[in-house]
């Protein structure tokens, strides 16, 4: 039986100071998630600004996090690369450390073809012996790992899991009719949540629900629960606060907004520079409107 990630799964910001991983301020952020009924951690992510961490930044982030975790829910944890070996490299340590599962952001830069991308899963998924969640996000990656694609990976006992995030819901129904209860389908966009898991989807792994964690889970909640008139309402209650997480390159508007609300010192690694005045008073906006920011 393959391990089922479901339900509201954080991509947790890393918080910076003076241009070092703030560790205290991770384990805050962990206590902060599981507090407000967060499902899973997902560190690493391109949320945590991995692209723009040393090796060994990456691996104490993963291992901050499984600690101060402490089991109380699990931890799936970024190790994705460009480079097979890398990926393995990365998974591989996040295994020996404790983390429940891993993401796979797919190939980028590389380009390459489908059969590339089965082999460099299968690979990964051999050698780590770890569940495994793959990422397909083609507007970063360049590469979209096709339904049929999919399909072949969807057999093999250690991918157990897709994040979606073409914005495309009519590939994702096609992964759903293809795989069908194999593999769990994690939106990859805060604002297709209550869409994808309409045809099967089963949660979302969320950068708004670093901002408001408690509202992200109930809405997986209700709608796993069969309360879809709840799911539906929070839906519409976050949709604007979602797309203002996205008026920037992500992770710069949701690591501001935690700035303006007190929880992080909002830095952020070159090449992610600062928000636009103009952006800024939209995410000023959307944050009062959602009555967090006075």
Known sequence: MKRVFQGSMVALVTPFKDGRVDEAKVRELVEYQIKNGTDVLVPC??????????????????????????????????????????????????????????????PYYNKPTQQGLIAHCRAIADAAELPLILYNIPGRTGVNMLPETLAVLADHPYIV????????????????????????????????????????????????????????????????????KRARELHLKLFPLCQAMFCETNPIPVKTAMALLGRISGELRLPLCPMSEANLNKLKAALRAYGLLG
């Open 161 to 228: 899991g897709m994040k979606e995030a073409t914005g495309n819901l009519e590939q994702m129904t096609q992964d759903i009719v293809l795989c069908g209860d194999k593999l769990s389908f994690l939106s990859g966009d805060d604002t297709l949540t209550l869409p994808l898991m309409a045809v099967g989807g089963r949660g979302v792994i969320s950068v708004v629900g670093n901002v408001v964690p408690r509202d992200v889970a109930e809405l997986t909640r209700a709608f796993l629960n069969g309360d879809w």
């Open 45 to 106: 992510g391109t949320t945590g600004e991995s692209p723009t961490l040393s090796h060994d930044e990456h691996k104490r982030v993963i291992e901050l996090t499984v600690e101060a975790a402490n089991k109380r829910i699990p931890v799936v944890a970024g190790t994705g690369s460009n480079s097979t070996a890398e990926a393995i490299e990365l998974t591989r340590h996040a295994k020996q450390v404790g983390v429940d599962g891993a993401l796979l952001v797919l």
